[in-house]
Every structure is written in structure tokens, then in C-alpha cells.
């Protein structure tokens, strides 16, 4: 089975760590987030993937290579953003898809069962069968109606208003070939706003999913993601955590200092007697100085901080920042990579 991953969105509401790390491969728990989805697709029995990337693109390369496990990883890049579903049609173009085809968002940490979704595929023989997973409140996301037998009967994307279902488009599908070969080539296009809308009737199919399921891609959801993934909410193949909950690998520093709890350092990390790491996230060799406070934040690979500084929470800053002692930086703020406070 083959799968196409589409990766190429500028992640913007996780600026800054995403200004210079492009978000498939933004640390999660210690592993490039994508990781996470590789394991999940080969658990189901896919063994090729194509990774479409746009926005700083050799990095997730770099990051990712052309292996993962039994999985063969290939690369489509696009010189124009195209959306959603134009890069399905470019990776066809390049001859890069064989058949039928599963395409996945690529900012979803998840353990639905993806083979129960291609057997019903299978079943009803049809053009497009979507994942639907029910939420609490539809409106960052596609809602989508479907009949007793699970045909849809609108997608309604993003659209204000009271919705007719807290059904939502878990942006995971299985596409057959035709549909592939209808979407428009050259230029940007949205499988939510156009291709699934004119599907409508036309061999759609809903599938409903459950189990765990998010999209990362706003701050808050990635701190939640992070507190499952350490609370074994979700399956993973993370190291045990320690006593406090938290991933701390042997190559850290940390003597004298108290980690915990919830809280992920990267590789190389020191920080410094005294010091206390809370509910937080340290990417690579993030140093903390001595009787430094940091409070469900993250710092991105190589920020520094000073000696009696404190971050409160909700604070994300950005890669090599420098926060010089004794500063406080405030709930919820933004640095920028390479800046000193
Ligand atoms: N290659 C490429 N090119 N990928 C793109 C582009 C592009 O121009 N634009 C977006 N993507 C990728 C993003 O990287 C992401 O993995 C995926 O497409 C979806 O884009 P998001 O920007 O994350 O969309 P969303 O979260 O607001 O909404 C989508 O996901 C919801 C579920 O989380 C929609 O599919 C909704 O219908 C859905 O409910
Ligand atoms: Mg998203």
C-alpha cells in the first residue's frame, strides 16, 4: 500500500519553532514529529510513502532520509504552494503514484485503525472514503454529514454556523485512481473547498473512526500531544519515562536540578543546580541556568537561558534565543530564533 503525507504547510500558528524547523519535523517528545505517523502508516501495512514538502523542504529530508523501518520514503516538492490536493496530482504527474492511494494530513498524531477504513473502502466500492472522527467543537475543522450507509451529503469546510454533525474530516483518506487523475494539474488546489464538495454524490464515502486522534498544529495542541505521548494516552515507541513523567536522555545534564513533571529534553540538554523544568519541552542542547524556573513552555534547539531567570507558561521560543539572567518572560510569549531578552 502507498501512502502520500502532505507536509508542506508553513505551520504558522506554531511560529516561531517553525520559522527555521519545518513542522513534520519539529521535535515531539523527542522524536521528529513525523516519525510518529511513519510508525503508525507501517503498523497498517503501507510500505511506500511520499512526503510532499514545500516550505523548507530539505530539511525534513535531511531529518527523515529515504527509510523508515520497512518503509521506502520518497520526496515531491513543489516550487508554488499547491494546496492540498494539487500536490496529489504533481506526484502523479512525476509518476510518483501507482494506484489507489492513501493521503494523509500531515499533522495528526493518531492511532485510528487505518486498515478497517481501506476494508470498508473495499466494501462499498468506493471513489473516496474519508476518516470522520467526532469533536467537541467542529469549527477549525471540515464537518461532514453522511446517510445511514455512509455516503456524505456535504462538506462543509471551516464553515461558521451551528453544524449538522460533530462528525469532522480527520484528514486521512483513501482515494481511488480517477479521482487523482479529475484533480485539476498546475495550479493550487483544496481537496476540502473543491474536490470533495464536487465528490459529493458522486461515490464519496464517510468512514467513522475512533481512538486517539489530534492535529498538532497550534501550540496548545502540541503540549497536549506531548502530555499523552508521555502518559502513554496513545501508543508509541518512546522510551520509558521517568518517575516524574518526564523523557530525559542519558547524554543530558542534569545534577542537582529537578525536571518534572510532564517535561522532554532533547539531546544534550544541561541544566544547572538549582534549577527547575516544569511541564515543559527542551529541544537540543537548550541550556538552564542555575535557579532558573521554566513553566510549560518550550525552547527550541540551543536557546540558552540565563541564571535566575524565569519562564512563565505558554511561552514558545524560538531556536538559539538567549534569555539573559534574571529576565522573566511572560505567559504566552513569542521569541523570535536568534533573539536576546
Ligand atoms: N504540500 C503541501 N502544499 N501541503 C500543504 C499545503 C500546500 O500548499 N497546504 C497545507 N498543506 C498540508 C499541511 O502541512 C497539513 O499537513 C495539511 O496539508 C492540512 O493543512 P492544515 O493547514 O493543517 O489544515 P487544517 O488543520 O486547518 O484543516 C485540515 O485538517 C483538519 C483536520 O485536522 C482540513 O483537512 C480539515 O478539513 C480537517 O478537519
Ligand atoms: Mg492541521
Not at 31 to 37: A, G, V
Not at 90 to 106: F, P
Not at 230 to 250: H, K, M, N, Q, T
Not at 262 to 279: F, I
Request: hydrophobic share 40%; glycine share 14%; net charge negative.
Amino acid at each position: 500500500m502507498q501512502a502520500l503525507v502532505l507536509a508542506g504547510g508553513q505551520g504558522t500558528r506554531l511560529r516561531p519553532l517553525t520559522l527555521d524547523v519545518p513542522k513534520p519535523v519539529i521535535p515531539l517528545a523527542g522524536r521528529p514529529f513525523l516519525s510518529f505517523m511513519l510508525d503508525w502508516l507501517e503498523d497498517h501495512g503501507v510500505d511506500r510513502v511520499v512526503l510532499s514538502c514545500g516550505f523548507l523542504s530539505d530539511g525534513v529530508r535531511r531529518v527523515l532520509g529515504s527509510r523508515h523501518g520497512a518503509l521506502h520514503v520518497s520526496y515531491v516538492e513543489e516550487d508554488e504552494p499547491l494546496g492540498t490536493a494539487g500536490p496529489v496530482r504533481l506526484a502523479a504527474d512525476l509518476g510518483l503514484i501507482e494506484d489507489r492511494l492513501l493521503v494523509l494530513n500531515g499533522d495528526l498524531l493518531t492511532e485510528i485503525d487505518l486498515s478497517a477504513q481501506l476494508a470498508r473502502h473495499e466494501q462499498t466500492g468506493a471513489r473516496a472514503t474519508l476518516a470522520l472522527i467526532a469533536v467537541d467543537d467542529t469549527s477549525s475543522y471540515g464537518v461532514v454529514p453522511t446517510c445511514g450507509d455512509g455516503r456524505v451529503e456535504a462538506f462543509l469546510e471551516k464553515s461558521p454556523g451551528p453544524a449538522p454533525t460533530n462528525r469532522v474530516n480527520a484528514g486521512c483518506y483513501v482515494l481511488e485512481r480517477d479521482v487523482i487523475d479529475a484533480i485539476p494539474a498546475g495550479r493550487a488546489v483544496s481537496f476540502e473547498r473543491e474536490v470533495f464538495p464536487a465528490l459529493v454524490g458522486h461515490g464519496l464515502y464517510g468512514f467513522p473512526v475512533e481512538g486517539y486522534w489530534k492535529d498538532i498544529g497550534t501550540p496548545e495542541r502540541y503540549m497536549e500531544a506531548t502530555r499523552d505521548l508521555l502518559a502513554g494516552r496513545i501508543g508509541s515507541r518512546l522510551p520509558e519515562r521517568d518517575g516524574s513523567g518526564s523523557l530525559v536522555p542519558g547524554c543530558c545534564v542534569v545534577e542537582g536540578a529537578s525536571i518534572g513533571p510532564r517535561s522532554v529534553l532533547g539531546a544534550g540538554c544541561r541544566v544547572a543546580t538549582g534549577a527547575r523544568v516544569e511541564g515543559s519541552v527542551l529541544h537540543a542542547e537548550v541550556t538552564v541556568g542555575r535557579r532558573s524556573v521554566v513553566q510549560d513552555s518550550v525552547l527550541a534547539a540551543g536557546v540558552r537561558v540565563g541564571d535566575h531567570a524565569l519562564v512563565r507558561p505558554g511561552a514558545l521560543v524560538g531556536t538559539g534565543a538567549r534569555i539573559r539572567p534574571g529576565v522573566v518572560v511572560e505567559a504566552g510569549a513569542r521569541v523570535a530564533p536568534g533573539a536576546v531578552v
